[in-house]
């Protein structure tokens, strides 16, 4: 079995403005296939439209409520809710809420930076045909 405990996940800012603490990754754990994170935003914060090329994520609400956007569609979300974000899919999320929005991010295959591409900032407002930049080096949980 392998554990690990929220108490013990740091919790640091990623590139993608999002605070996340990595509760299970196999550059750390030592899982095999999937990675599992905690993610908070503020009241207003978004983060940088992204995508994974190779990875299916799942974004879980824990708390909170939010506007999701995957590609062109976008959708309200709120605690409870999960969403599907297929591999190659830009994305994002805006916190649209009072108080922190708290959500569980999952990957299968495993959140990998080489696999992540960031969209430039001036063109975070619509994903699309934009220029991208790659995530560079750092550890696992830096997104």
Known sequence: MIRSAHRDAPAYETRDG???????????????CQSLAEATLRPGQLTRFHRHAQSEEIYYVLQGEALMTVDREKQPIVRGDAVLIPPGSWH??????????????????????DDTQLQAPQEDVAPGNATTQAVEGGSSGDR
């Open 92 to 113: 994002c999320i805006t916190n649209t809420g009072d108080g922190d929005l708290v959500f569980l991010c999952c990957c299968s295959p495993a959140y990998r930076h």
């Open 18 to 32: 999002s605070l996340i603490r990595e509760l299970m990754h196999p550059d750390v754990h030592g899982n095999r």
